[in-house]
């Protein structure tokens, strides 16, 4: 209600969000300048601690639903609007960096710190959201906060996963004081996530904004090609059921797939050769294959040609094999609304941007079930993430802060 200020030319405290971003990394932080802070231990305590320790210092309501969602609420004008939310993630992976889910967290933070140091009222709520355990490195499954919130799955199910030593989600929530009172899953009106592009597209194309239109659809699969063991001298190469070389053609067709477009992408991350001896032919080949897409129909042509390929080498070579289906993460497309949001704060502000993918899950692909949802993504050096050498330049941090920003402003309306 600054009668002076165009709201069109309000920008954040890029000093602040790195400072705030530096005073978090202590929390868990590595000698080799990473951050190691994993999903509901001490250390995450005290970084959710910090984090709410901020809010009410800026005077944001702050609530925790019963998973262990943190939002600092900043009111609207009007009572009865649902709010415009941002946040990501504060845990980390084992050997994690700075920047991964705390930036989305604190551009968030810094959204509302500007918009009190300048006293611009929004029509809707501005709210902050810290999701727990989206890492997945210590309970699975991943996002498992937003994906409780989104209806994914249930508070009873999220809280009896184990770690590896045997304690439950349900237990280290009780344990660090974290499990709330309010039942997950809310109406919001529009939901924004900023982030480490965590891949090399930004950087190679020289542009500081990534407007990300969705996430790719997921398929993974186990495998195993089966054969015949047998001595590597005696057995002439005509006779031979060599598990290892018909599983080495279908990895090489999967990565074919993978290249078909510029967002499809196929992977064999996992190989294990039995019985993976010298001079023995190899008799079982079990591995795994991962194909992603950004639209459900190219991932069923994908999926066909796989299937196909499978069935023709082993046919070919006299080879038995297994397909098993793991994980099916449908396609998410990003909403209209909220990427033309981000892509005009990106013009306005005068910021080099792109169109681009999510080739990783993050936790908006979850809250886009509920609410028209976007990401924006910042270039990080190198491509690099889940790295304690992972690194992004302030003025590039500050830039995504400011689209964000003005993207919220546009959904929650300046009164
Ligand atoms: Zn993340």
Not at 251 to 266: E, F, L, P, V, Y
Request: with cysteine.
């Amino acid at each position: 209600m600054n009668q002076r200020l165009d709201p069109h030319s309000l920008t954040v405290n890029g000093g602040r969000l790195w400072q705030s971003l530096m005073d978090l990394a202590q929390i868990g932080a590595t000698p080799k300048g990473g951050v190691k802070r994993i999903a509901l231990t001490e250390l995450d305590r005290q970084g959710r601690d910090q984090f709410v320790a901020w809010c009410e210092a800026s005077g944001l309501t702050v609530t925790v639903d019963a998973i262990g969602n943190i939002f600092a609420r900043r009111p609207g004008t009007d009572p009865a609007a649902a709010p415009v939310m941002s946040g990501s993630h504060i845990d980390t992976q084992p050997s994690g960096g700075k920047y991964d889910g705390c930036y989305g967290v604190l551009a968030a933070l810094e959204v509302c710190r500007t918009l009190n140091d300048y006293g611009i009222a929004t029509r809707a709520p501005i709210e902050v959201a810290v999701w727990t355990n989206e890492e997945g490195s210590r309970f699975t499954p991943v996002m498992t906060g937003s994906g409780v919130f989104a209806g994914r799955y249930t508070v009873a199910h999220a809280r009896a996963q184990k770690d590896v030593d045997g304690i439950t989600l349900g237990q280290a929530l009780d344990a660090i004081g974290y499990a709330g009172s309010a039942p997950p899953g809310k109406p919001v009106a529009a939901y924004f996530e900023a982030h480490i592009e965590q891949g090399p597209v930004l950087e190679n194309a020289n542009k500081v904004i990534g407007v990300v239109t969705g996430g790719l659809g997921q398929r993974w699969f186990d495998m195993t090609v089966t054969g015949m063991e047998a001595h590597a001298g005696p057995t002439p190469m005509h006779l031979r059921r060599d598990a290892l070389q018909g599983a080495t053609l279908i990895m090489q067709a999967i990565d074919a797939i993978g290249r078909t477009q510029a967002d499809t992408r196929g992977t064999v991350g996992y190989v294990k050769v039995e019985p993976n001896s010298r001079n023995v032919i190899p008799g079982k080949v079990s591995f795994s294959a991962d194909l992603r897409a950004a639209d459900a129909a190219t991932l069923d042509g994908m999926e066909r040609r796989f299937r196909d390929t499978v069935a023709t080498v082993c046919a070919e070579r006299k080879l038995d094999y297994t397909i098993e289906p793991t994980v099916n993460f449908p396609p998410t497309p990003f909403a209209p609304e909220c990427m033309n949001a981000v892509r005009e704060a990106a013009l306005r502000l005068g910021y080099t941007h792109m169109e681009l993918v999510s080739g990783a899950g993050h936790d908006a692909i979850h809250v886009a079930d509920l609410c028209p949802a976007a990401m924006i993504f910042v270039p990080c050096k190198d491509g690099i993430s889940h790295n304690e050498i992972e690194d992004a330049k302030p003025e590039d941090l500050t830039a995504g802060c400011n689209v964000l920003l003005h993207a919220m402003l546009e959904r929650a309306g300046v009164v």
